[in-house]
């Protein structure tokens, strides 16, 4: 469904064995982001609003306003200092806060009875490297620490 959140780049010398064909494919952190974001939009019932609260280096690495115009959210109001600060809203109603501010979560999310807050890893996700296994794994952990806490 977003199929266009993948990037695929060639591989540094030391990993290019550990991948398919030379190219490694990275999910970076803030397309996790907005596919959490988006799917807690589409499942959760009466969620109107989600909150996204990216760091700067998230903004350099993943276009937030491009991608969220391609699926129909326009910003609705600037928040900030970035061009991706703002308010987001689709033609449905549905909105999507983009606000870089540190510790509140990278995603939130607040409705009737729940309150979601979530801490988003990215990856490369067709690697072998014992490195990048080994940082994925530390995100898991890092992330399940943080549920649990």
Request: aromatic share 6%; hydrophobic share 35%; charged share 20%.
């Amino acid at each position: 469904m977003f199929d266009d959140l993948i990037t695929r780049r060639a591989a540094p010398p030391n990993r290019v064995g550990t991948c398919d064909g030379g190219k490694e494919q990275h999910l970076p952190e803030g397309a996790v982001m907005v596919a959490f974001a988006m799917h807690l939009l589409r499942t959760m019932p009466g969620l109107r609003e989600v909150s996204i609260h990216p760091d700067g280096e998230h903004g350099k690495r993943f276009d937030f306003q491009g991608w969220l115009g391609k699926r129909g959210f326009t910003m609705k109001a600037a928040l900030g200092q970035t061009s991706y600060d703002g308010t987001y809203a689709s033609p449905d109603g549905r909105t999507i806060v983009v606000n870089p501010s540190s510790g509140r979560g990278d995603v939130v999310a607040e409705g009737q009875g729940f309150s979601i807050v979530a801490e988003c890893k990215g990856v490369i996700v067709n690697t072998r490297h014992a490195g990048q296994t080994s940082r994925l794994r530390q995100g898991l952990c890092e992330t399940i620490g943080l549920s649990l806490a």
